[in-house]
């Protein structure tokens, strides 16, 4: 069973800095791509960035390119989204996800597990 928990949400000011982490439990972490969604009341679930399963390639969404920057350790089954600068506009839940073709794109439906959410909230 693979399980996805992730932390380090919260509410900081425009312009601060955060850092979620999203860590896998069960197997097969290191062959999945890895990537960060977020989603707002009343609109769909948005990609934010990816990361394939070799760190190689990642994939960011045009709101966040220069701000944001997702990694990960494959030693420690974990997957991390550094927020820089953040604007009001960030504000959401943010949700991690694996998929098992180990690309990390941008499309949703191929990701097969997900985690529940952490919240972030900017104030202005």
């Known amino acids: 069973q693979v399980q996805l928990v992730e932390s380090g949400g919260g509410l900081v000011q425009a312009g601060a800095s955060l850092r979620l982490s999203c860590t896998v439990s069960?197997?097969?972490?290191?062959?999945?791509?890895m990537g960060w969604f977020r989603q707002v009341p009343g609109k769909e679930r948005e990609f934010v960035a990816g990361i394939s399963w070799n760190r190689v390639t990642t994939d960011y969404a045009d709101s966040v390119k220069g701000r944001f920057t997702i990694s990960r350790d494959n030693a420690r089954n974990t997957v991390y989204l550094q927020m820089n600068n953040v604007e009001a506009e960030d504000t959401a839940v943010y949700y991690c996800?694996?998929?098992?073709?180990?690309?990390?794109?941008?499309?949703?439906?191929?990701?097969?597990?997900w985690g529940r959410g952490t919240q972030v909230t900017v104030s202005s």
């Open positions: 996800a694996a998929g098992v073709l180990g690309l990390g794109g941008s499309f949703r439906g191929s990701y097969a597990y």
């Open positions: 069960g197997r097969g972490f290191s062959s999945y791509g």
